[in-house]
């Protein structure tokens, strides 16, 4: 980590300009349009269908016809069958070949919730959003079939990373690992029981039997994770060590897990555990860091709703927690202790930056949403942030990721201008099937990896690691830390962008 910068979002002033202060006592729409379209630095809307369609790109199994990004074909038609159990589907998390579930729960969990609070927004992107939740939970429903055991990857990591092929030719070992009762991991049984309850939410109206489904799923797996408590990492470390170790425990997935369910389902069970385990279970320890392995910050949010707008006083803590998290984001305010580039984007690590510039703009605009239906604000050591400062960060966040940044880069694959041309991804990288029908063998694919020339694919939408912490950028395939591609980075993206695009007029 760099020495904290005290940098000041200098947030432009012609925005600023036009927005409207914050009236404790007015009975303002949380999606209120602004009537200045002319602001927009950007096309949010086409973002919003890209950063969906990134997900295409993604897809493991036998493509759908309607299938959209055309250079990928079927493609590890046979996962599960080393264990008798069909797990053919859900996505590539990233660059490489291997379903990893942790990630891949996490990141329909957060496509879900962008639904939630923004698909009324959303328009002809609703029904692409929610077939990118239904590929992923149409898995996770395959992978949590048998009771108390939760099939948690496909492919060895380590084998994948010694070739450079694509999807379709893929001959590594589709190794096949679990958890359950003898070797538990309640971190990913708990967010793959987040993300089949947040996805019931989505499908509640328009398919009530698939709903039901996801949510019944979503209980039996929430009770697996909460019985039989251990990290995943001790009995799969050599599979999921260092690609998605959990360094966060386990504590901040059941209390996030129970916070969905109590969303999804309304029991009172879930509001009771959340009041005799939130304590234990970390709600008091102060962090800011949110992504697919600590969500203490998400379901503060989360659970602060349940307070500011269901009135559930018994949450009230939440609040706090929440508007902790907020004030350390705020440059200059007394509890501040975020960093950010000289050009103005957060910087949490080196490695795969954007996941939380991305995360972190989706929930300063879902809490800013909460606190205007309940008229309130966040108080930061006496300076008061009111919602749209908060949704001028987020604004300021996204325009960066989208190129109002030092190399005016746009760090989503096919928007703009100018955007990243190597991006870390095999079958980006290498020559389609249908320009190169012929097997790419494991170890040829690195002639390409480490040539200069562009990808001839473009993985539409996709945002990758970004810049570094000067603002710089190398397009390099082999650096995977800046370079590199994740379902995670763009799910909570998708919400951001669809209340931009709406409250610019875009949609």
């Known amino acids: 980590m760099a020495s904290i910068f005290t940098?000041?979002?200098?947030?432009?002033?012609?925005?600023?300009?036009?927005?409207?202060?914050?009236?404790?006592?007015?009975?303002?729409n949380p999606f209120r349009k602004h009537h200045h379209p002319h602001l927009a630095s950007h096309n949010y809307r086409d973002a919003l269908t890209k950063s969906i369609l990134f997900f295409e790109g993604q897809r493991s199994g036998k493509l759908p016809p309607n299938q959209r990004i055309k250079w990928r074909r079927d493609s590890g038609l046979s996962d599960g069958s080393a264990m008798h159990v069909?797990?053919?589907?859900?996505?590539?998390?990233?660059?490489?070949?291997v379903k990893f579930g942790f990630p891949m729960a996490f990141t329909t969990t957060m496509l879900s919730w962008?639904?939630?609070?923004?698909?009324?927004?959303?328009?002809?992107?609703?029904?692409?959003?929610?077939?990118?939740?239904?590929?992923?939970?149409?898995?996770?429903?395959?992978?949590?079939?048998?009771?108390?055991?939760?099939y948690v990857q496909v492919g060895d990591a380590n084998k994948d990373h010694a070739c450079w092929e694509r999807p379709e030719d893929m001959d590594t070992p589709r190794t096949v690992l679990k958890i359950d009762r003898n070797?538990?991991?309640?971190?990913?049984?708990?967010?793959?029981?987040?993300?089949?309850?947040?996805?019931?939410?989505?499908?509640?109206?328009?398919?009530?039997?698939?709903?039901k489904v996801l949510a019944r799923?979503?209980?039996?797996?929430?009770?697996?994770?909460?019985?039989?408590?251990a990290p995943y990492t001790n009995g799969l470390k050599k599979f999921v060590c260092p690609f998605y170790c959990d360094y966060s425990g386990f504590q901040d997935e059941l209390l996030w897990g129970a916070a969905w369910l109590h969303k999804a389902t309304r029991n009172p069970t879930y509001l009771n555990y959340i009041h005799t385990n939130g304590q234990s279970l970390g709600a008091a320890q102060f962090d800011n860091t949110f992504g697919w392995d600590n969500k203490h910050v998400g379901a503060?949010?989360?659970?602060?709703?349940?307070?500011?707008?269901?009135?559930?006083?018994s949450l009230h803590e939440y609040k706090d927690h929440a508007d902790n998290f907020i004030c350390s984001l705020i440059p200059g305010a007394p509890f501040s202790s975020a960093e950010y580039t000289p050009g103005g984007l957060l910087f949490k690590m080196n490695d795969s930056n954007m996941q939380y510039v991305t995360s972190t703009s989706f929930l300063l605009l879902t809490y800013a949403k909460y606190l205007i239906s309940a008229r309130r604000v966040v108080n930061c050591g006496g300076n008061v942030v009111t919602p749209n400062r908060l949704r001028n960060i987020a604004k300021k966040q996204v325009d960066y990721l989208l190129g109002d940044n030092p190399l005016k880069m746009s760090y989503m694959v096919g928007y703009g201008p100018r955007y990243?041309?190597?991006?870390?991804?095999?079958?980006?990288?290498?020559?389609?099937?249908?320009?190169?029908?012929?097997?790419?063998?494991?170890?040829?694919?690195?002639?390409?990896m480490n040539s200069n020339s562009p990808n001839p694919n473009i993985l539409v939408g996709a945002v990758i690691g970004g810049p570094d912490k000067n603002d710089r950028f190398p397009d390099q395939r082999s650096d995977y830390e800046q370079s590199e591609p994740a379902t995670y980075i763009n799910a909570p993206l998708v919400g951001a962008l669809a209340y931009l695009a709406h409250s610019f007029g875009q949609l």
């Open 420 to 448: 990243p041309q190597r991006i870390h991804h095999r079958g980006s990288s290498l020559p389609s099937i249908a320009v190169h029908p012929g097997k790419i063998q494991c170890s040829s694919g690195f002639s390409v």
């Open 86 to 97: 069909d797990l053919v589907g859900g996505y590539y998390d990233a660059g490489d070949n």
């Open 114 to 150: 962008s639904v939630i609070e923004f698909g009324g927004l959303m328009k002809g992107e609703l029904q692409n959003s929610k077939e990118a939740i239904r590929w992923a939970t149409d898995y996770l429903l395959k992978a949590t079939q048998h009771p108390d055991t939760i």
């Open 183 to 211: 070797n538990p991991g309640t971190e990913v049984a708990a967010e793959t029981a987040a993300a089949l309850a947040a996805a019931s939410l989505v499908f509640k109206k328009t398919d009530p039997n698939y709903s």
């Open 300 to 313: 503060r949010i989360l659970l602060s709703k349940a307070f500011l707008v269901q009135k559930v006083q």
């Open 7 to 28: 940098l000041v979002l200098l947030l432009s002033s012609s925005f600023l300009s036009h927005s409207h202060a914050f009236a404790p006592h007015s009975h303002r």
């Open 217 to 229: 799923r979503a209980i039996r797996v929430f009770q697996f994770a909460d019985k039989y408590r």
